[in-house]
T-cell receptor, first 115, second 112 residues
Framework: ETGVTQSPTHLIKTRGQQVTLRCSSQSGHNTVSWYQQALGQGPQFIFQYYREEENGRGNFPPRFSGLQFPNYSSELNVNALELDDSALYLC??????????????FGPGTRLTVL | GDSVTQMEGPVTLSEEAFLTINCTYTATGYPSLFWYVQYPGEGLQLLLKATKADDKGSNKGFEATYRKETTSFHLEKGSVQVSDSAVYFCALSPTSYGKLTFGQGTILTVHP
């Protein structure tokens, strides 16, 4: 069973640029959640995708957007990067639905640095 | 809104010492409560969980009891090991699934 994978591992961008982060969910999972973890802080919920639809969103501006594909992998896109977007971006997959365990399994994260 | 507060860290202990990391929460209704652990260079791993009041979650010698009356979910371990050195996060979810709200994390360092 393959766990949650994320790419790239590290990324450096400049202010104003756009970035796309990718996540492959664990086999059999249908839901992906994205979190932003600033240095020394706990993760903050960005949004969740369930069966290719956004299923909840945290307090992040519209320049944070996402997609989920038919194979349940997902992308996080951030436009007009700001210095404060520098963080570890975590993806978590889970199996949602009646009778499912709903436990979220986290990937290792993508470290984004905005200069 | 929902929030989680963890004790200030970091925590430094000698091997075999007793560990307590305090966690309190604010939420409406009856959230599910979790402890996650993050080892250096790795993603978050679920350590234990409790889904209703008075439930005790346990795993790898760690325990935490869901206390509705004190809105707390303190993490304990009777005898820590060097391998327990990591960052520990308390979290809640409004149901047994959905978004997680995390505390700020507590760094634990265990010396031989």
């Amino acid at each position: 069973e393959t766990g949650v994978t994320q790419s790239p591992t590290h990324l450096i961008k400049t202010r104003g640029q756009q970035v796309t982060l990718r996540c492959s969910s664990q086999s059999g999972h249908n839901t992906v959640s994205w979190y932003q973890q600033a240095l020394g802080q706990g993760p903050q919920f960005i949004f969740q995708y369930y069966r290719e639809e956004e299923n909840g969103r945290g307090n992040f501006p519209p320049r944070f957007s996402g997609l989920q594909f038919p194979n349940y992998s997902s992308e996080l896109n951030v436009n007009a990067l700001e210095l404060d977007d520098s963080a570890l971006y975590l993806c978590a997959s889970s199996l949602e639905g009646q009778g499912a365990s709903n436990e979220q399994f986290f990937g290792p994260g993508t470290r984004l640095t905005v200069l | 809104g929902d929030s989680v507060t963890q004790m200030e860290g970091p925590v430094t202990l000698s091997e075999e010492a007793f560990l307590t990391i305090n966690c309190t929460y604010t939420a409406t209704g009856y959230p599910s409560l979790f402890w996650y652990v993050q080892y250096p260079g790795e993603g978050l791993q679920l350590l234990l969980k409790a889904t209703k009041a008075d439930d005790k979650g346990s795993n790898k010698g760690f325990e935490a009891t869901y206390r509705k009356e004190t809105t707390s979910f303190h993490l304990e371990k009777g005898s820590v090991q060097v391998s327990d050195s990591a960052v520990y996060f308390c979290a809640l979810s409004p149901t047994s699934y959905g978004k997680l709200t995390f505390g700020q994390g507590t760094i634990l360092t265990v010396h031989p």
